[in-house]
C-alpha cells in the first residue's frame, strides 16, 4: 500500500521526537549563515518551542505537544556550523545515527559539492561509501536545503541514507536566506500531517522560486513549486 503520510507510529513510536538543524558554512567571504540562524531561532520560539540548554555554535530547544492521545516530547537542536565548538564531523556522524529529523542547509556547488565543512570531500565521500550504524534509527526524515537537491543529490542520497529514510528536496535554484521551511515542516508533523499537507505548506511557506540565469525558459512559471518529497520503501 503507497503511504499518505510519514510514519508516525516510528517517528514519535517512544514519546520521544529529536532533531537536529545544521546551518552550514557560508562560501568564503559571504555571511548568511549567521542571519540564517537567528532568523531559525525565532521561528522555532514562534511554535512554542523554549531554548533549554546552549553552547558555542549549537542551542537545544524543547516542547511536549499531543499525538494520538499521547504526550511527545520534541527536542530540536539548532546548530551554526561555522561557529560549533565540537568536532563537526563528530556531530554530523551522531545526527545521522541518533535523529529523527535530519535538517541540513547548505550550497550545493552545483552538484559537486555540499559546504558542511572547509573540508566538503568528508561529506562527498561519505555519501559514496554510505552510512550504517547498528543503532541508526530505523526511519527517519532527511531534508537536504541546498540549491536543486532533488536533481543533484536524490540518487546519491536514497544510496546514502538507505531505503528508511524519507527525503524532503529542493527542486530549483533557491535562496539560502529562507529557512521557515523548514520550521512549517516540523509543526506539521506535531500536527500528524499528511503528505500533501506538509509540502503544501511548505511551499506556501517559501514561496515562487526565483527564476536563475540557467533554468530553461519552458521552466521559468509562476506556478511552480520549491519543495519535493521522495517516500521511502
Not at 556531530?91 to 558542511?116: F, Q, V
Given at each position: 500500500m503507497?503511504?499518505?503520510?510519514?510514519?508516525y507510529?516510528?517517528?514519535?513510536?517512544?514519546?520521544?521526537?529529536?532533531?537536529?538543524?545544521?546551518?552550514?558554512?557560508?562560501?568564503?567571504?559571504?555571511?548568511?549563515?549567521?542571519?540564517?540562524?537567528?532568523l531559525?531561532?525565532?521561528?522555532?520560539?514562534?511554535?512554542?518551542?523554549?531554548?533549554?540548554?546552549?553552547?558555542?555554535?549549537?542551542?537545544?530547544?524543547?516542547?511536549?505537544?499531543?499525538?494520538?492521545?499521547?504526550?511527545?516530547?520534541?527536542?530540536?537542536?539548532?546548530?551554526?556550523?561555522?561557529?560549533?565548538?565540537?568536532?563537526?564531523?563528530?556531530l554530523?556522524?551522531?545526527?545521522?545515527?541518533?535523529?529523527?529529523?535530519?535538517?541540513?542547509?547548505?550550497?550545493?556547488?552545483?552538484?559537486?559539492?555540499?559546504?558542511?565543512?572547509?573540508?566538503?570531500r568528508?561529506?562527498?565521500?561519505?555519501?559514496?561509501?554510505?552510512?550504517d550504524?547498528?543503532?541508526?534509527k530505523?526511519y527517519?526524515l532527511?531534508?537536504?536545503?541546498?540549491?536543486?537537491?532533488e536533481?543533484?543529490?536524490k540518487q546519491?542520497?536514497?544510496?546514502?541514507?538507505?531505503g528508511?529514510?524519507?527525503?524532503?528536496?529542493?527542486?530549483?535554484?533557491c535562496?539560502?536566506?529562507?529557512?521557515?521551511?523548514?520550521?512549517?515542516?516540523?509543526?506539521?508533523?506535531?500536527?500528524?500531517?499528511?503528505?500533501?499537507?506538509?509540502?503544501?505548506?511548505?511551499?506556501?511557506?517559501?514561496?515562487i522560486?526565483h527564476?536563475?540565469?540557467?533554468d530553461?525558459?519552458?521552466?521559468?512559471?509562476?506556478?511552480?513549486?520549491?519543495?519535493?518529497?521522495s517516500?521511502?520503501?
Amino acid at each position: 500500500m503507497i503511504r499518505t503520510a510519514p510514519r508516525y507510529d516510528m517517528l514519535f513510536g517512544e514519546g520521544i521526537f529529536n532533531g537536529t538543524l545544521l546551518i552550514g558554512p557560508d562560501p568564503p567571504g559571504a555571511g548568511f549563515d549567521y542571519e540564517v540562524y537567528m532568523l531559525a531561532r525565532r521561528k522555532l520560539r514562534d511554535i512554542g518551542f523554549g531554548m533549554t540548554d546552549s553552547e558555542r555554535g549549537m542551542e537545544e530547544y524543547r516542547k511536549t505537544f499531543g499525538f494520538n492521545g499521547s504526550s511527545i516530547k520534541a527536542r530540536i537542536r539548532l546548530v551554526l556550523g561555522r561557529n560549533y565548538s565540537g568536532d563537526l564531523r563528530e556531530l554530523w556522524r551522531d545526527i545521522l545515527t541518533d535523529e529523527d529529523l535530519i535538517y541540513l542547509k547548505t550550497h550545493a556547488g552545483y552538484g559537486s559539492h555540499l559546504s558542511l565543512s572547509n573540508n566538503v570531500r568528508y561529506f562527498t565521500d561519505t555519501m559514496k561509501e554510505g552510512f550504517d550504524h547498528p543503532r541508526r534509527k530505523q526511519y527517519r526524515l532527511f531534508y537536504l536545503d541546498c540549491c536543486k537537491s532533488e536533481l543533484y543529490y536524490k540518487q546519491a542520497l536514497r544510496d546514502y541514507v538507505g531505503g528508511d529514510t524519507d527525503l524532503i528536496l529542493h527542486k530549483w535554484f533557491c535562496n539560502y536566506r529562507i529557512t521557515g521551511p523548514v520550521i512549517v515542516l516540523i509543526n506539521e508533523l506535531m500536527k500528524g500531517s499528511d503528505f500533501e499537507t506538509i509540502v503544501s505548506e511548505m511551499n506556501d511557506e517559501y514561496g515562487i522560486p526565483h527564476f536563475d540565469v540557467d533554468d530553461k525558459p519552458e521552466d521559468m512559471r509562476l506556478d511552480r513549486k520549491m519543495v519535493t518529497y521522495s517516500v521511502s520503501q
